[in-house]
């Protein structure tokens, strides 16, 4: 029950953070403040915005108010200014730092968990239907469609899933999140569809459908809604774990330039450009892996919690 | 009895290898009809120039074949793979064939350590932790593997470039060799191929690594909690005895086949190491191919290594065949 609960725990913060992820972002994920003045500030970095009286602002990384002047200092310019024209300061706290062109990597990277998210559960849940399909189509069927049906599962398990992937994003053209989605959902029912199988075979052994079958229920009717139910129920324990390795692909491909193309932040296409200033910039490919690493942590641990219930 | 169970096993092992040649051939079926249906994927949009009269696009048609029905087309095609032909590399003006092989070498000389590695020290951790049922360690070590395994394999690569290449300045932080490799010694080659292949070998087995290590321990639970220990034990054996006799040939037994699945793992994970070490292997040579819209060479990739695939589970089968007395050889 406690376990239970802790799931429920998180799939609650999973739908509140998927709902409020734009709204809680303190700065713009992708349009910079200021490129020139709040490029690459380390973690925990400070900035001011000042607020003159004609509406225009001002962003600076240090002020001091002296002699009824406020004197401010940018990254190459210094200056000052009469008070009286100071209408208000705003600070400007980079808690993850900023990227190369002035971005807040604090608000990339929640904004940029969206995407990862959204394409890992839409995915695995597609998967999941069309393996349960699959599954129960061939375990109810038996015969030469099971025979088919488990073949073209064994041609899709022979493929190595991350070559296929890139193909077919290379040749499909443009890619869209939905695109993304259906991809990576084609090439993650065959486990799936073997778990449900197997257990609709061993379901149809069972004394119940037995029983059932004996009272003069249809046949049809015995699969949807006496095996079915309970041939899922292995397989519903697997979707984190599907969850985790899309999400995980999903990041490769962002990664490697195949994914959600770049200003639109993803946790994969942020490391990627991290790789390339890693030298001067160390902090930007830190969060986003973390990020990554809590959420497939959180998936496998999931399933871990799902199969000893 | 035993040229009976013998005849049995081999006649196990023929069908799997059929199944694979199908498996083979369903593949190839798949990968020839994708590329006719998919956009962008035919000669047509990609290479043909548009100010082209109609008789040289024939031309040109004719002369790769395309001009006769999509079935002569896959048979043609089907003969050519068959006889090792994969086509010719637009980019690089070599046959596919020899392209994946020049690069294969250098995926096999990170690859293979990478291998070693995560089976033989997942193999031990995973024996640990289970040896430590129920103490602090064995949880340490429990979540460290699901942490391990979590962690995406690019990143990893990315922070220990950071620490040890550009902090720590310990090991080069890309390509398999330094710049003066021809005029080292023989024993300085080897020196300096190891601390280039250090970082991305790591990268590549660590993932591999954390998930034997998981499952070994699982294994190791699944044999300790069996009758047939408590009879050894309850029979007065030593602990020694127990564990290397009865405990460990039936707890990694299953490991052993992990080794045919994992094999197409560490091409896969080629993809990201080489990239980010940038070492010219399969990896790199399938982005390439792909940014490069070479598609010869990309499908030539996809079929070699899906062949791997199929021959990995092929060796798994075997494996298991050989190792397992009880297999069902049906």
């Known amino acids: 029950m406690k376990k239970r609960k802790k799931i429920f725990l998180i799939a609650i913060s999973i739908t509140l953070y998927l709902s409020f992820a734009d709204v809680i972002v303190p700065f713009d994920p992708i349009i910079s403040l200021d490129r020139e003045n709040l490029s690459a500030l380390p973690p925990f970095s400070k900035a001011y915005e000042l607020r ?30 009469k008070l009286e024209r100071l209408k208000s300061i705003r600070t400007l706290f980079f808690i993850f730092g900023t990227d190369n062109l002035g971005r807040d990597v604090f608000s990339r990277t929640i904004y940029g968990g969206k995407f990862s998210l959204i394409i890992g559960i839409l995915s695995s849940f597609l998967a999941f239907l069309i393996g349960v399909s699959v599954g129960s189509v061939a375990g109810y ?70 029983a059932v079958e004996s009272i003069g229920l249809p046949r049809l009717r015995i699969a949807i809604k006496h095996i079915l139910p309970n041939a899922i129920l292995p397989a519903l324990i697997s979707i984190p774990l599907i969850t985790a390795d899309i999400i995980l692909t999903e990041s490769i ?26 030298i001067s910039t160390w902090w930007l490919p830190i969060f986003p892996g973390i990020l990554i690493s809590t959420t497939v942590l959180m998936m496998n641990w999931i399933s871990d919690i799902g199969s000893e219930t | 009895m035993g040229i009976k169970i013998a005849l049995k096993k081999m006649s196990f092992i023929l069908k799997r290898f059929v199944n694979s040649i199908f498996l083979s051939f369903g593949i190839a079926t798949v990968v020839f009809f994708l590329l006719r249906i998919l956009p962008s994927a035919s000669f047509s949009d990609v290479y043909l120039n548009p ?6 696009i024939q031309k040109i048609k004719s002369a790769y074949g395309l001009d006769k029905p999509v079935l002569i087309q896959f048979l043609n095609w089907l003969k050519e793979i068959i006889t090792g032909n994969f086509g010719f590399s637009f980019i690089y003006r070599k046959p596919v064939i020899n392209c994946i092989g020049e690069a294969l070498t250098s995926t096999l000389i990170v690859g293979i350590p990478a ?23 064995d949880r340490i070590m429990y979540s460290s593997f699901l942490v391990l395994y979590s962690i995406p394999s ?76 408590k009879t050894a034990k ?40 080489e990239e980010i070490f940038s070492i010219p ?28 695939v199929i021959i990995g589970n092929l060796i798994s089968d075997i494996l298991y065949s050989i190792f397992d007395p009880r297999i069902r050889l049906k």
């Open chain 1, 52 to 81: 003159l009286d004609d509406g225009s602002k001002i962003i600076v990384l240090d002020y001091r108010i002296y002699d009824g002047f406020i004197y401010y200092e940018q990254k190459f310019l210094s200056g000052k200014i």
């Open chain 1, 141 to 210: 069927f038996r015969g030469i469609i099971d025979k088919i049906l488990m073949r073209a599962t064994d041609v899709f398990l022979a493929f190595p899933k991350l070559f296929l992937v890139l193909v077919l994003i290379a040749f499909m053209g443009t890619q869209t999140i939905f695109s993304l989605i259906i991809i990576l959902s084609l090439l993650n029912w065959m486990g799936i569809a073997r778990l449900v199988r197997a257990e609709f075979l061993r379901l149809k052994e069972m004394e119940f459908v037995l």
């Open chain 1, 253 to 278: 491909l962002s990664f490697l330039g195949f994914g959600i193309q770049p200003p639109t932040p993803t946790w994969g296409n942020m490391i990627s450009e991290a790789e390339k200033s890693l």
């Open chain 2, 51 to 56: 100010r082209l009269s109609e008789e040289a």
């Open chain 2, 115 to 137: 291998l070693i590695y995560s089976f033989s020290v997942g193999i031990f951790v995973g024996i640990q932790s289970a040896k430590a049922q129920g103490k602090l360690l």
């Open chain 2, 154 to 229: 690019f990143w990893l690569g990315i922070i220990l470039i950071l620490l040890f290449s550009y902090t720590f300045r310990v090991f080069p932080p890309s390509g398999l060799h330094s710049f003066n490799f021809s005029e080292m010694s023989f024993v300085g080659k080897i020196y300096d191929t190891a601390i280039h292949i250090f970082l991305p070998a790591f990268t590549l087995g660590t993932a591999p690594m954390a998930a034997i290590a998981r499952f070994t321990r699982n294994m190791m639970l699944r044999v300790l909690s069996q009758t047939y220990i």
């Open chain 2, 234 to 273: 309850a029979k007065g054996l030593d602990q020694k005895t127990i564990f290397y006799k009865h405990i460990l040939p039936n707890a990694l037994l299953p490991v052993i086949t992990l080794f045919g699945l994992y094999l197409p793992l560490f091409f896969a994970g080629s993809i990201v190491v």
């Open chain 2, 281 to 308: 292997g399969i990896g790199k040579l399938t982005v390439d191919s792909i940014f490069q819209r070479d598609y010869p060479l990309t499908v030539g990739i996809t079929l070699f290594v899906s062949f791997i």
